[in-house]
């Protein structure tokens, strides 16, 4: 099943033998859109035009197979930027026509819960995804709560943010401390030496009054707001910014809203397990911190390679070999980029 | 021009006046919104959203730049983050379709004005810097200043009250 991933700003190639990883390559057009201070969608269409080809067929060659050795394809098919979208199913539907092989249009988000069925050489000793799952899915596009309880038939949002996404919240504060795109490693590296407690950010959406409406939302707003109104008294006062004092207490709220509500969570629908997924997952504050929280709750903490983390097509094909193991016929050709595609449509 | 002026205390006010706007709204309506990091435009928009009945969440459109939402009401609600574009004809490049959306340009001032016949201008001002508590609630006063730019816009804005 080879596995074709264009929703954002990486074009991902990835061929799995039901969950067995071949191949994971990606192709990323960050250093483009770092020009421009973030995705821009046109730019990263064009580069996914580009980039497809030569990704292709480098997956190919990592797996060792050729098209007649492929059973069946899978592309995502939302939710994302719509032109980014188009240009790889637009690319599988070709290569579907072409090679006669069956399409398998696939959700993006559940293909980052899928992304942990996959087994590579180095980690046989992981275990085995047990459902049901809560699963934390955190990007520069995503902020999202999932409880799954079936990969194919049962994924429900119990939560997303309501204004930034965490990934953005990260590149804004970034931009509001001087420090260039993409914030999340630039954050990270001024926070090193600075100090988590230094300054006690609000934390969105945690409050008694927004229990109901929003228990597992997220809101990074109210936070950027705080860390602007902080350097701008810094600054009205002629003092320098504590960038690294700032970095770290901002992440600290960060990534202590998106684990207390993960656990919450968990503890709330009995659930003892929790995944990890998206490209924040590279922060290594927010894995800390999840482990501590996860091993303190008896929670079963699971986060797939970082290199699985992040957009890849071996996710989409992970997901693609199960609607064929589970015998599901493929999409309708007609099926087209949706970029507000819900996480209870797993199959377009 | 008339321009329209008032004090929203909390986020839930600046929601409660996106939604009061999105009342007088229809399809070929453009509003700019201005405000730094932190303003309230989001949550304006929000309000705009719901009084639409917008399908999906409206949230920050500034990583996919636009994002449109069927609505009840029929026209789709085209949610715009201008912050990235350089230009009005990157803005242009986006296909929006003005006549038949209801178009929300956030960071749009500067920008969006050639490509549109007429607009709302909104405004947004939070308090800045000066003596915060971080520990305190940040949910705090915003100022709303509305300028109407072309078509009926004056009319329509005085069936709001300040």
């Known amino acids: ?348 | 021009m008339g321009a329209f002026e008032r004090m929203l205390p909390d986020t839930a006010a600046t929601e409660a006046f996106g939604a009061e706007l999105g009342g007088i709204l229809r399809p070929g309506d453009a509003v700019i919104l201005a405000g730094e990091l932190g303003a309230g435009k989001t949550a304006l928009t929000r309000g705009i959203g719901a009084a639409l009945g917008a399908e999906g969440a409206v949230s920050s459109p500034t990583f996919v730049i636009a994002r449109t939402h069927r609505t009840a009401r029929g026209m789709p609600l085209v949610h715009v983050d201008a912050y990235r574009l350089v230009s009005s004809s990157e803005l242009d490049d986006l296909d929006i379709d003005f006549p038949a959306s209801i178009t929300v340009i956030e960071w749009g001032r500067g920008l969006a004005e050639p490509v549109l016949d007429a607009w709302l201008d909104l405004e947004l001002t939070r308090p800045k810097g000066g003596a915060l508590d971080p520990e305190a609630d940040p949910d705090e006063p915003r100022r709303l200043v509305a300028i109407p730019h072309g078509g009926d816009w004056a009319e329509r804005l005085s069936t709001l009250t300040p």
């Open chain 1, 1 to 348: 099943m080879l596995g074709i991933e264009t929703s954002c700003d990486e074009t991902g190639v990835g061929i799995v033998r039901g969950r067995d990883l071949l191949a994971n390559v990606i192709a990323s057009s960050m250093e483009e859109q770092a020009r421009f201070g973030g995705v821009v969608p046109e730019v990263a269409a064009r580069a996914h035009l580009e980039a497809l080809q030569p990704t292709l067929a480098a997956a190919l060659a990592e797996a060792g197979v050729g098209l007649a050795d492929l059973d069946a394809l899978a592309v995502t098919s939302g939710p994302g930027l719509a032109g980014a979208l188009m240009v790889g199913i637009g690319a599988a539907k070709g290569l579907a026509q072409a090679t006669g092989l069956p399409l398998y249009g696939v959700n993006h988000l559940v293909g980052h819960v899928g992304a942990d069925l996959l087994r590579t050489e180095t980690d046989a000793d992981r275990g085995e995804l047990e459902l049901p799952t809560i699963a934390l899915l955190v990007s520069g596009g995503h902020t999202s709560l999932l409880l799954v309880r079936d990969l194919l038939d049962d994924v429900e949002l119990l939560g997303e943010t309501i204004d930034d996404a965490a990934g953005e919240a990260f590149d804004k504060v970034a931009r509001l401390l001087g420090l260039p795109y993409p914030g999340g490693p630039e954050i990270d590296r001024a926070a090193a030496s600075g100090d988590p407690g230094a300054i006690r950010f609000p934390r969105g959406l945690t409050a008694p009054k927004d229990r109901d409406r929003h228990r597992y939302d997220f809101s990074f707003s109210g936070l950027k707001t705080a860390v602007a109104r902080w350097v701008e008294a810094a600054r009205d006062r002629g003092e320098e910014v504590a960038v690294p004092d700032v970095a770290a207490s901002f992440r600290e709220a960060v990534v202590d809203v998106l684990t207390a509500k993960a656990l919450d969570a968990c503890r709330e629908h009995g659930i003892p397990r929790l995944l990890l997924g998206g490209g924040v997952v590279a922060n290594r504050r927010l894995r800390e911190l999840a482990e501590t929280r996860a091993a303190d709750a008896g929670v079963a903490l699971r986060i797939p390679p970082l290199a699985l983390c992040t957009d890849n097509g071996a996710m989409i094909a992970a997901i693609g070999a199960q609607l064929v193991d589970a015998g599901r016929p493929p999409s309708d050709p007609r099926f087209g980029a949706d970029s507000t595609l819900p996480v209870t449509r797993v199959q377009a």
